[in-house]
């Protein structure tokens, strides 16, 4: 919790004065204040009053309906309607909404809480070497109505090893919010990975080409956290190598093994440490096992 700073002697909510500051007069019957240190009181509106001196916001102002959250009183119309879009109330009386900051949007009216603000921007071409895809507004729910698409394309020589520690998407949605990893755009090619349902065990694989085109898309119904991805491209010569690594059911056998996939978020790069030191440590025992034998 934070608690604004008040400069010794302000006049309190409730309250006003010529300068602000103490002696201070209660705000008369039909007026109220918010704020420290004001020098007036703001109307309650035409026709509308308060039951007592000294009011603190526009709940204490009498009107014919008391607005419940993610509503606000319109004095125009003398009735309570929706925040409008972009815009939120998470307290109930009020007369205004607060507006959604930067360029966040809400999915819809009636919004209650900043939380209902979500940034759309996804997509585009991303790193040549590492990096991650984000559902728009991660780790917060995505938005309604949004398709994003991604470009990774590497370096002449380089292909793509994609980890996915795990996916959200609604419960009972219908296939609504979908994932797709393929070679391009059209829906002819190459198809990689494809997904509209929620995933709770790690997979790591391989792009089929060394281009990958991601397309993420979701309906005007529920919502869900969506997912965050990491990735990484490495030198093709290792191509065997890898293929062999991420097709070993062992990699994904143990919660020790799944623990580290999951927490690849944070630095994707250790990706290929983790896998490969893993695939070595198995295959050097296996080695020594096989050469005891003979």
Not at 135 to 142: A, C, F, L, V
């Amino acid at each position: 919790l934070s608690f604004p700073i008040v400069p010794e002697g302000q006049c309190a909510p409730g309250q006003y004065s010529q300068d602000g500051f103490r002696p201070c007069q209660q705000c008369p019957v039909g007026k109220y204040q918010r704020d420290y240190g004001r020098t007036r009181c703001t109307p309650c509106g035409r026709g509308i009053t308060t039951r007592k001196t000294g009011a603190t916001g526009f709940h204490e102002c009498v009107v014919k309906e008391h607005c419940r959250v993610g509503h606000y009183y319109n004095k125009s119309w003398r009735r309570c309607v929706p925040c409008t879009k972009n815009s939120y109330q998470p307290k109930s009386g009020e007369n205004f909404c607060f507006a959604c900051p930067g360029h966040t949007q809400t999915d819809g009216e009636g919004s209650t809480n900043s939380s209902d603000c979500k940034d759309h921007k996804c997509g585009g071409y991303i790193g040549l070497h590492q990096g991650f895809i984000q559902s728009p507004n991660w780790p917060g729910e995505y938005p309604a109505n949004v398709e994003c698409t991604w470009t990774i394309k590497p370096a002449k020589g380089r292909r793509v090893l994609i980890v996915i520690p795990e996916i959200f998407f609604p419960v009972q949605d219908g296939c609504g919010d979908s994932l797709v990893m393929r070679k391009s755009a059209s829906s002819y090619s190459t198809t990689t990975y494809e997904k509209c349902k929620s995933v709770t065990s790690p997979i790591a694989f391989t792009s089929r080409s060394r281009k990958l085109w991601i397309r993420f898309k979701t309906d005007g119904s529920k919502s869900a956290r969506g997912f965050s991805i990491p990735y990484v491209t490495y030198n093709e010569e290792y191509q065997e190598l890898i293929e062999n690594i991420v097709r070993d059911g062992r990699l994904y056998s143990s919660y020790k093994h799944k623990k580290v996939l999951k927490e690849l978020y944070s630095r994707p790069s250790r990706t290929m440490f983790s896998i490969n030191s893993w695939y070595s440590s198995v295959h050097k025992h296996k080695h020594s096992v096989n050469k005891h034998s003979s």
